[in-house]
């Protein structure tokens, strides 16, 4: 199953999306927080690659993120994890990891199809 | 060329010198940055220049370009930020270019391989108020210092240095694109970009240790050294 990694300057923020997409997964989804820093707020290579690495069970990882140095951090830790297959959706991160967590428990699931599941979440309007 | 030690000599001691220099410049590039950023700079810099620095140790038994390779990484887990990609990872990156050793003419593959990490990775162009501002000029005037004007390292690094502070003088009065401080907009105008003066900063430690290495002392252009204000 393709696996997710919810990159959040905050901890919790990370972890609280990834709660509320495994809701929407049917709680099948692999899906790994990986928000924060050693100082608090902030991104952490180190961690993103981590994340990746535990998220990947061998069909690859998608990867979202929220603002500035998490998409930095988060294609470091695509280039030092090189053993797993993982790219970045460019899709607000919130919207994003919960289409994207349907999308993996679909049996025909493919990164690509993730990441596009992920992407269609940037035209989302909340109002009518 | 100097051989594989005394290369590795010159960049742990770079090292040192620039390790040094962001302590000092803490709470400089720390006001800078509280001004229109996250007021972490100054704490970053400092942080992961000095764990780089805690190994030398570590580093003396390596080639010269595995030491540039391993302080790339470990900044890149010891900066945060932004910065860690932006210095680090792109250090890392370049470091590949000294694999044959360093030379007036693998330096400046190195600088560029930076360069262009740097632009890459942040999505900054020069204007941006960013330290692409000080990087452009310096790997520019250094690579057509060596390349066209066939000047020796150590003068074609010192004019490197100046175009670097003059990039950085730049950075004042235009408005932010990218970064943090884009978010403030017009509110960035008037204040120097942190990145850009670190960057300064770093390369002015190149060429303090250039000169130590290079035997001799090199005479920088007349530069208005007032304007950008370091700390002394």
Known sequence: MIGLVVVSHSAKAAEGIAEVAAQMGGGNARIVPAGGDEDGIGTSPDRIREGIEEADDGDGVVVLVDLGSAVMNAELAIEMATDSEAVIADAPILEGTLNAAVETTSKKATLDSVVERAEDARDYRKLN | ?232
């Open chain 2, 1 to 232: 060329m100097a051989d594989a030690e005394t290369q590795r000599e010159a960049v742990l001691d770079a090292l040192d010198n620039v390790a040094e220099r962001l302590a000092e410049e803490k709470e400089y590039l720390t006001d800078l940055d509280s001004a229109i950023g996250d007021a972490d700079h100054g704490a970053n810099m400092e942080r992961g220049f000095g764990k780089a620095a805690d190994k030398r140790e570590e580093f003396a038994e390596m080639e010269p370009n595995e030491v540039v390779k391993n302080v790339g990484t470990t900044l890149i887990s010891n900066v945060g930020g932004a910065s860690g990609p932006l210095y680090g990872g792109s250090i890392m990156f370049a470091s590949q270019e000294l694999e044959g050793g360093i030379t007036a003419e693998t330096s400046v593959a190195f600088a560029e391989a930076y360069l262009d990490k740097v632009k890459d990775r942040g999505g900054a162009q020069v204007g941006a108020k960013t330290m692409v501002d000080a990087l452009v000029p310096a790997v520019h005037t250094y690579k057509k210092s060596i390349e066209q004007d066939d000047l020796p390292p150590l003068e074609a690094l010192a004019k490197a240095v100046d175009a670097a502070e003059r990039g950085v003088a730049f950075t004042v009065p235009i408005k932010a694109l990218k970064g943090r401080a884009s978010f403030l907009d017009w509110r960035s105008v008037g204040h120097q970009d942190p990145g850009a003066t670190s960057t300064l900063f770093i390369l002015e430690e190149l060429l303090e240790t250039a000169e130590e290495y290079l035997d001799g002392e090199v005479d920088r252009d007349a530069r208005a050294e007032d304007a950008v204000g370091r700390a002394e």
